[in-house]
């Protein structure tokens, strides 16, 4: 979509369309912390996202804000750790689950880039939204503390939020819980957290289920898939026996209730 500029025309018509009408606010997808947290596409993909916006007859005007961890896990706030320490003599960037990111989280990364996004043309006015569907981490096994100070690897590892095998991992994953409730305005440059990706909605199926949908099948949804190089060859760590994306997944909403953070009351 990149190379046959498909991306740049799709999203500019898109905006062009949607923003012609008065009661249409139009949030461009982000990604996430980590996809995009890196000094060589964070400020590279900002200005994509420019480009986009002044093709097919769109202009930033029409461009209300961007949304981040769209049907994503990445935590809201990693309260253990932070990205400028350094642990017995070696840097956090530097532990494997950082992997020298510039963020830790979703709030960090989304409140930057909208910095980065104004520096490249878009207006000071554009918000950011926040989809916290599923990444609350809660339960039993939420750390309550940091992690051991011994080696920088157990320190991260041992006091994040985010309990993905890697953060790469995307569909259905094990252990999430539902995150922070709708609400306006929570912090600075923040229009609002949302739930965009609704809670118990499948990913993917988990083995190939033929239906009459066209939906294929992503090893990335089969719990005992060894990887990729996208995910830096980690088990997948989705849940087993999910239905076909799209599909209403019980298993998977009854885990999300259970770990979410703030508990549901």
Same mark, same amino acid.
Not at 32 to 56: K, M, T, V, Y
Not at 111 to 134: H, K, N, W, Y
């Given at each position: 979509?990149?190379?046959?500029?498909?991306?740049?025309?799709?999203?500019?018509?898109?905006?062009?369309?949607?923003?012609?009408?008065?009661?249409?606010?139009?949030?461009?997808?982000?990604? %996430? %912390?980590?996809?995009?947290?890196?000094?060589?596409?964070?400020?590279?993909? @900002?200005? =994509?996202?420019?480009?986009?916006?002044?093709?097919?007859?769109?202009?930033? $005007?029409?461009? %209300?804000?961007?949304?981040?961890?769209?049907?994503?896990?990445?935590?809201?706030?990693?309260?253990?750790?932070?990205?400028?320490?350094?642990?017995?003599?070696?840097?956090?960037?530097?532990?494997?689950?950082?992997?020298?990111?510039?963020?830790?989280?979703? =709030?960090?990364?989304?409140?930057?880039?909208? +910095?980065?996004?104004?520096?490249?043309?878009?207006?000071?006015?554009?918000?950011?939204?926040? $989809?916290?569907?599923?990444?609350?981490?809660?339960?039993?096994?939420?750390?309550?503390?940091?992690?051991?100070?011994?080696?920088?690897?157990?320190?991260?590892? +041992?006091?994040?939020? $985010?309990?993905?095998?890697?953060?790469?991992?995307?569909?259905?994953? @094990? +252990? @999430?819980?539902?995150?922070?409730?709708?609400?306006?305005?929570?912090?600075?440059?923040?229009?609002?957290?949302?739930?965009?990706?609704?809670?118990?909605?499948?990913?993917?199926?988990?083995?190939?289920?033929?239906?009459?949908?066209?939906? +294929?099948?992503?090893?990335?949804? $089969?719990?005992?898939?060894?990887?990729?190089?996208?995910?830096?060859?980690?088990?997948?760590?989705?849940?087993?026996?999910?239905?076909?994306?799209? %599909?209403?997944?019980?298993?998977?909403?009854?885990?999300?209730?259970?770990?979410?953070?703030?508990?549901?009351?």
């Amino acid at each position: 979509m990149l190379a046959n500029g498909n991306y740049v025309n799709g999203v500019g018509y898109a905006l062009a369309q949607l923003g012609a009408i008065d009661n249409v606010y139009n949030y461009v997808d982000a990604g %996430h %912390h980590g996809w995009i947290g890196w000094e060589d596409n964070f400020a590279p993909s @900002a200005a =994509l996202f420019h480009e986009a916006a002044n093709a097919n007859g769109a202009t930033p $005007d029409d461009v %209300h804000g961007f949304i981040a961890n769209t049907a994503n896990y990445s935590a809201l706030k990693e309260e253990h750790f932070a990205i400028g320490e350094t642990i017995n003599g070696t840097p956090v960037r530097q532990s494997s689950w950082v992997d020298w990111n510039n963020y830790v989280d979703e =709030l960090s990364f989304a409140q930057a880039l909208r +910095g980065e996004l104004v520096s490249q043309g878009f207006d000071p006015g554009i918000g950011m939204l926040i $989809d916290t569907s599923r990444n609350g981490w809660g339960g039993a096994e939420r750390p309550t503390s940091a992690g051991p100070t011994t080696d920088v690897n157990a320190y991260v590892d +041992g006091g994040r939020f $985010d309990r993905r095998i890697q953060y790469g991992n995307w569909c259905n994953q @094990a +252990g @999430a819980g539902l995150g922070e409730r709708p609400t306006t305005a929570p912090e600075p440059g923040i229009d609002a957290y949302v739930w965009m990706k609704p809670p118990g909605e499948s990913d993917g199926s988990s083995t190939e289920i033929p239906n009459d949908e066209g939906k +294929g099948f992503d090893r990335m949804c $089969d719990p005992t898939y060894e990887g990729n190089p996208r995910n830096n060859h980690n088990m997948s760590g989705a849940l087993p026996d999910s239905p076909v994306s799209g %599909h209403w997944f019980s298993a998977q909403f009854q885990e999300l209730l259970a770990n979410a953070h703030p508990p549901v009351q």
